[in-house]
């Protein structure tokens, strides 16, 4: 019988391979979290997640209600998610780069029953749940378990397959980020996908496949593809809690990979260091992300040998239109994302709507070619109808990003449509950065847009207008971007205008703003604070 949720795929795991590790967990990332070093048998990780169920269950949690939920890269968040799988509860992953003003949007919209947190984050996170409105307690994992918050969210009652089991918050174009609602399907179909995908991404089950990544597991990325494909195949997670490139290859190497996920950055670093014998002393048989400079990626798999698979999804699309380059066909170093699947329905179209020819770049459009459509894909945006049916606009999922497909039928990313900044694989919405920004009492207006960076794709250039520019405004503007909003979203760069370029209806020209920003790359007057963009350590 095939699975119908997330519990039930990993319950089904646990009983073929009951002594096979589900994670493990190696001792840089154990020191860092203060938990136990080595491996966690998949009865292990049920007996966890079924005790997570019977304490949500005794303390009246019940199906449709959502819990929000913020354990960084510990194993324990994924045993915390089927828990509340089991009982038809929905997991809201809190990404613990969010500072307040965004943890009060996130609480205010998805409106948790409860919150489970690390203790260091309590103090902001019951601030953010008082503001929001939401007034969901904040517990620890080992705290009691109290009744869910007074009238709690109750999500449709879909059966089983249909049912919410995630809602994940995505950039949006338009301000404020959407709430993707994924179901059960959504997550096994991902999981299905991976596992079944052969070429050189095969997956086996008698292998033992080791998979190891450093990629937020709050995202869907280590969610439907890293966790739903090792359950799927019985292999063994490795979460690492960030990536650290001096001692990557020793982990790799110790954890006995056997594939690895990687974003853009991670094989550029690599190449930076001196070639040594560690580069090869690993198990791993394929790479698998997207971002890899083509200009390297030759290079990097010559010396550390294993081919990097370029991809293309979207939290939107999950596998329901997935484009991988895992075929011996595939063209190195030339940024294909490879052949769509079978299952898989593309159009290419101009801004008009009207389908592109061959080796001409247009926005690329999908759907799946069976009776539903928008199976695999996200079922819809939390509170947004209208943002649905746009995105969904004559039956095709319009995908906001531009690329090509050459005579052969391969596809090339090109660009995004939508004004999105792709930063070390976070999607950054412009206008959100810039509505944050207006917030201070210096900025009388503000553009963002995006600029190349060598090492990270994308950086967020800032055009701010203001009484009395200064650098010394600019490194105060910066540090107070630190407080209200993710590290990674504040301006690597600003620069102080005296105008904007609007349109008659004083809307921001997008495209102007992008060609000002990277004029000002490198004058003199355009203040530098890349260096200020780190991980706030709380």
Same mark, same amino acid.
């Given at each position: 019988?095939?699975?119908?949720?997330?519990?039930?795929?990993?319950?089904?795991?646990?009983?073929?391979?009951?002594?096979?590790?589900?994670?493990?967990?190696?001792?840089?990332?154990?020191?860092?979290?203060?938990?136990?070093?080595?491996?966690?048998?998949?009865?292990?990780?049920?007996?966890?997640?079924?005790?997570?169920?019977?304490?949500?269950?005794?303390?009246?949690?019940?199906?449709?209600?959502?819990?929000?939920?913020?354990?960084?890269?510990?194993?324990?968040?994924?045993?915390?998610?089927?828990?509340?799988?089991?009982?038809?509860?929905?997991?809201?992953?809190?990404?613990?780069?969010?500072?307040?003003?965004?943890?009060?949007?996130?609480?205010?919209?998805?409106?948790?029953?409860? #919150?489970?947190?690390?203790?260091?984050?309590?103090?902001?996170?019951?601030?953010?749940?008082?503001?929001?409105?939401?007034?969901?307690?904040? #517990?620890?994992?080992?705290?009691?378990?109290?009744?869910?918050?007074?009238?709690?969210?109750?999500?449709?009652?879909?059966?089983?397959?249909?049912?919410?089991?995630?809602?994940?918050?995505?950039?949006?174009?338009?301000?404020?980020?959407?709430?993707?609602?994924?179901?059960?399907?959504?997550?096994?179909?991902?999981?299905?996908?991976?596992?079944?995908?052969?070429?050189?991404?095969?997956?086996?089950?008698?292998?033992?496949?080791?998979?190891?990544?450093?990629?937020?597991?709050?995202?869907?990325?280590?969610?439907?593809?890293?966790?739903?494909?090792?359950?799927?195949?019985?292999?063994?997670?490795?979460?690492?809690?960030?990536? /650290?490139?001096?001692?990557?290859?020793?982990?790799?190497?110790?954890?006995?990979?056997?594939?690895?996920?990687?974003?853009?950055?991670?094989?550029?670093?690599?190449?930076?260091?001196?070639?040594?014998?560690?580069?090869?002393?690993?198990?791993?048989?394929?790479?698998?992300?997207?971002?890899?400079?083509?200009?390297?990626?030759?290079?990097?798999?010559?010396?550390? =040998?294993?081919?990097?698979?370029?991809?293309?999804?979207?939290?939107?699309?999950?596998?329901?239109?997935?484009?991988?380059?895992?075929?011996?066909?595939?063209?190195?170093?030339?940024?294909?994302?490879?052949?769509?699947?079978?299952?898989?329905?593309?159009?290419?179209?101009?801004?008009?709507?009207?389908?592109?020819?061959?080796?001409?770049? =247009?926005?690329?459009?999908?759907?799946?070619?069976?009776?539903?459509?928008?199976?695999?894909?996200?079922?819809?945006?939390?509170?947004?109808?209208?943002?649905?049916?746009?995105?969904?606009?004559?039956?095709?999922?319009?995908?906001?990003?531009?690329?090509?497909?050459?005579?052969?039928?391969?596809?090339?990313?090109?660009?995004?449509?939508?004004?999105?900044?792709?930063?070390?694989?976070?999607?950054?919405?412009?206008?959100?950065?810039?509505?944050?920004?207006?917030? /201070?009492?210096?900025?009388?207006?503000?553009?963002?847009?995006?600029?190349?960076?060598?090492?990270?794709?994308?950086?967020?250039?800032?055009?701010?207008?203001?009484?009395?520019?200064?650098?010394?405004?600019?490194?105060?503007?910066?540090?107070?971007?630190?407080?209200?909003?993710?590290?990674?979203?504040?301006?690597?760069?600003?620069?102080?205008?005296?105008?904007?370029?609007?349109?008659?209806?004083?809307? #921001?020209?997008?495209?102007?703003?992008?060609?000002?920003?990277?004029?000002?790359?490198?004058?003199?007057?355009?203040?530098?604070?890349?260096?200020?963009?780190?991980?706030?350590?709380?």
């Amino acid at each position: 019988m095939m699975d119908k949720t997330v519990y039930h795929a990993l319950s089904g795991a646990a009983k073929k391979w009951p002594n096979r590790p589900a994670f493990e967990v190696m001792p840089e990332t154990a020191k860092t979290y203060n938990i136990t070093c080595g491996p966690i048998k998949y009865s292990a990780v049920l007996s966890a997640a079924d005790e997570w169920a019977n304490r949500f269950e005794a303390a009246g949690y019940c199906r449709g209600m959502r819990v929000a939920v913020l354990l960084e890269n510990r194993p324990m968040y994924f045993m915390v998610w089927a828990g509340l799988n089991r009982i038809g509860a929905s997991i809201v992953p809190i990404n613990p780069d969010l500072r307040r003003a965004e943890l009060e949007y996130l609480f205010a919209h998805s409106e948790p029953a409860l #919150i489970v947190a690390l203790p260091s984050r309590f103090k902001e996170l019951r601030l953010a749940a008082k503001s929001s409105g939401v007034k969901a307690e904040v #517990i620890a994992p080992d705290d009691p378990i109290p009744a869910p918050r007074e009238q709690a969210v109750v999500t449709e009652q879909n059966p089983l397959e249909q049912r919410e089991a995630a809602l994940l918050y995505t950039s949006g174009t338009t301000g404020s980020p959407k709430g993707c609602v994924l179901s059960n399907t959504y997550f096994l179909s991902a999981g299905r996908w991976y596992a079944d995908l052969g070429g050189l991404a095969n997956l086996s089950v008698d292998r033992k496949e080791r998979m190891i990544t450093p990629l937020p597991v709050f995202h869907m990325n280590a969610m439907a593809y890293s966790f739903m494909a090792m359950v799927t195949v019985g292999g063994c997670l490795i979460t690492l809690d960030r990536f /650290h490139p001096k001692t990557w290859w020793p982990d790799v190497a110790a954890s006995g990979a056997t594939c690895l996920h990687y974003l853009g950055i991670m094989p550029s670093v690599l190449m930076g260091f001196p070639e040594q014998a560690v580069d090869r002393a690993h198990q791993v048989r394929f790479g698998f992300g997207a971002g890899v400079d083509p200009k390297l990626q030759q290079n990097f798999e010559a010396r550390f =040998g294993f081919p990097l698979i370029e991809a293309w999804a979207m939290t939107e699309t999950g596998a329901g239109a997935v484009i991988a380059a895992y075929q011996l066909d595939r063209l190195v170093g030339q940024a294909t994302i490879g052949h769509p699947e079978g299952w898989v329905e593309t159009k290419i179209v101009d801004d008009e709507g009207a389908e592109v020819p061959p080796e001409t770049s =247009g926005e690329l459009l999908v759907r799946n070619k069976g009776q539903d459509p928008k199976e695999g894909f996200f079922s819809f945006y939390y509170k947004d109808p209208e943002a649905t049916s746009k995105a969904w606009k004559d039956g095709w999922f319009h995908t906001g990003d531009i690329v090509r497909r050459d005579t052969e039928g391969r596809f090339y990313f090109v660009d995004r449509k939508k004004n999105v900044i792709r930063r070390s694989g976070e999607n950054i919405a412009a206008i959100e950065v810039e509505s944050v920004l207006m917030r /201070h009492p210096a900025i009388k207006a503000a553009g963002v847009a995006a600029v190349p960076d060598a090492m990270r794709g994308d950086e967020v250039f800032a055009c701010l207008q203001v009484a009395d520019p200064s650098p010394n405004l600019a490194h105060e503007i910066a540090k107070w971007g630190l407080e209200n909003m993710a590290y990674y979203k504040i301006p690597g760069y600003i620069a102080f205008v005296d105008e904007l370029p609007l349109t008659p209806t004083q809307k #921001i020209q997008r495209a102007s703003l992008k060609t000002l920003a990277s004029s000002l790359i490198g004058h003199p007057n355009t203040i530098t604070l890349t260096h200020l963009k780190k991980r706030q350590v709380i």
